[in-house]
């Protein structure tokens, strides 16, 4: 393989061949995350599912409400005070329906199988050991 820089290098050795192709297989083995964990701004809409929250603070993000069974469902808007979060995808927070489309459980009841962060984590720890090897 060439390598123009260190990094390029790297890459290679991360993914055993081309990096971008590396990340390209790795974008499609990745799954989209099943929770949301918007955290709300002050005056950002809040979503409380009156049938189905398992309690008074348990709510959605705009986004989880618009692509969520709960739109069909009584439920209050009301404005954050600047803290919490979107509870989509929290199988505690809901009696049924706890995941919108957007973060929804894979087919299979598979998590995410690879996390994109994670090996870009590992890739970065490498390339510490590598640099302090190198420099010793």
């Given at each position: 393989p060439h390598c123009d820089t260190l990094l390029d290098c790297l890459g290679y050795l991360l993914?055993?061949?081309d990096p971008k192709?590396?990340?390209?297989?790795?974008?499609?083995?990745?799954?989209?995350?099943t929770m949301c964990g918007r955290v709300f701004r002050s005056g950002e809409s809040t979503y409380l599912?009156?049938?189905c929250g398992a309690d008074m603070t348990?709510?959605?993000?705009?986004?989880?409400?618009?692509?969520?069974?709960?739109?069909?469902?009584?439920?209050r808007m009301a404005?954050?005070?600047?803290?919490g979060c979107c509870d989509c995808g929290d199988e505690s927070a809901w009696k049924r329906d706890p995941h919108c489309s957007l973060h929804k459980v894979p087919e299979?009841?598979?998590?995410?199988t690879?996390?994109?962060?994670?090996?870009v984590?590992?890739?970065?720890a490498f390339l510490f050991v590598f640099v302090s090897v190198l420099f010793s």
């Open positions: 993914f055993r061949g192709q590396g990340l390209e297989d790795l974008k499609a083995k990745s799954t989209p995350p599912c009156l049938d348990c709510v959605l993000c705009a986004q989880c409400f618009q692509h969520s069974a709960h739109r069909s469902h009584r439920y404005a954050s005070g600047g803290s299979d009841g598979a998590k995410s690879v996390s994109i962060i994670g090996v984590l590992v890739f970065v």
